[in-house]
């Protein structure tokens, strides 16, 4: 167990199902206060009333003041899980900018705007933790997903700054990298799912143990598929070659279809 849980307050946007649901579960089974968020109110109630949590449905990207009332003022652990993915169809087609806008907007912009909520209280009392589900295509790619990869390497990126930024003020900060996991987003992914995430696919409440491992040793980093470390290596000392790689995976998914 994480100490800091204990009776912490926590908030987990997305929650209604897939990882969202899974790390409110966990922080909730630790003895956390949980506030479960989603756009559809009736799945975040529902997952709500069997953690004995506080159900907060809305858009993510404003639920911190509601949040922190219905925890009795403060908020000590906020998790952005909350993301959309969109299948671009036919490989190379253009994705139209109204996904790519969502995309931006939920994937990045919601993180943005929960931390400068978030940020005054932390920093005045010396500490929080913010947790990104991002996901691998953060670190590396995904094919077929532009807006989706695009948009989690901003994640990563505003996690990264929020990270370098404020540690040493007491914020503690984790993004979480898995590849597949078995939840509703992983269906719609398609047939480049199918080839690149189901086999190797875990379930939500496996990335909810690597959050929990992650923070008892405070490392920013989740990777709930290890191997991805060795993908990120590989792909920043050997750019050309990992490129190539990835284009190999592209052209076997184009004559897949």
């Known amino acids: 167990m994480v100490e800091a849980v204990q009776d912490a307050g926590v908030v987990v946007t997305g929650a209604g199902g897939g990882i969202g649901a899974a790390l409110a579960r966990r922080f909730a089974a630790e003895g956390a206060r949980v506030v479960v968020n989603d756009l559809d109110a009736e799945k975040a109630k529902a997952v709500a009333e069997e953690i004995g949590g506080i159900a907060v449905p809305g858009d993510a990207s404003g639920i911190v003041a509601e949040a922190r009332a219905a925890l009795g003022g403060a908020i000590d652990v906020y998790c952005a899980n909350a993301g959309v993915a969109f299948e671009d169809g ?38 929080g933790r913010f947790v990104s589900t991002v996901s691998a295509a953060g670190l590396l790619t995904m094919i077929g997903a532009p807006s989706y990869s695009v948009t989690k390497h901003g994640a990563l990126a505003f996690a990264e700054w929020l990270s370098l930024t404020y540690r040493h003020r007491g914020v503690k900060v984790h993004a979480i990298c898995p590849q597949g996991v078995r939840t509703d987003m992983l269906s719609a992914t398609g047939s480049a799912g199918d080839l690149v995430l189901q086999p190797t696919a875990i379930e939500p409440a496996e990335v909810a143990d690597a959050l929990f491992a992650g923070m008892a040793e405070d490392r920013f980093l989740i990777l709930p598929h290890p191997e991805v470390a060795e993908y990120y290596q590989a792909r920043a000392a050997q750019p050309d070659k990992w490129l190539g790689g990835m284009n190999r995976l592209q052209r076997a998914w184009e004559d897949s279809r």
């Open 90 to 127: 036919t490989p190379g087609g253009p994705l139209d900018e109204r996904s790519w806008a969502v995309s931006w907007d939920v994937n990045v912009m919601a993180h943005v705007r929960a931390a400068h909520d978030l940020l005054p209280g932390w920093l005045e009392r010396g500490g």
